[in-house]
């Protein structure tokens, strides 16, 4: 099961990594698709992506490189969870519009942060998934 879950956990990576790259090559595209997001599901589909990234983090850490790394990064999760909870859609949406306002080289310091967290669980379980 652990297993399964470390290969979800590389596939979901690789795929928020993509669209990362895309964020630091295309930082108004990015922001795009986090409007389009939030119009869409609004927080409830920022909270359960963060639980199930906190979930797949936490049950894959045994199988991975860094299973102490992964267990913060899973807390970590949780906690962002909780605290787009407490943000609410509103105030969720307004930091997004105050983003877009940004130049774009500070955008892409929080969206390179990201695709550096991706790359390090993708690195982290690709021995126990038979990546290299």
Known sequence: MTLVLAHVLA???TLLS???LLGVIRPRTLMAVARRIL???????AV??????????WFSAPV???????????????V??????VLGNDRTTRLVERMAGWR?????IPIAVGLVVCVFMLWSVAPAIGGY
């Not at 359960?48 to 983090?57: N, S």
């Not at 774009?104 to 892409?108: D, K, L, N, S, Y």
């Open 64 to 78: 991975s490189a860094t299973p102490g790394g992964f267990r913060v990064l899973a807390t970590v999760m949780i």
């Open 11 to 13: 596939i979901l990576s």
């Open 48 to 57: 359960a992506a963060r639980l199930v990234f906190a979930a797949l983090l």
């Open 18 to 20: 993509a669209l990362f």
């Open 104 to 108: 774009p080289v500070f955008v892409r």
């Open 39 to 45: 119009g869409a599901s609004g927080i409830a589909g």
């Open 80 to 85: 962002a969870a909780f605290s787009a909870l």
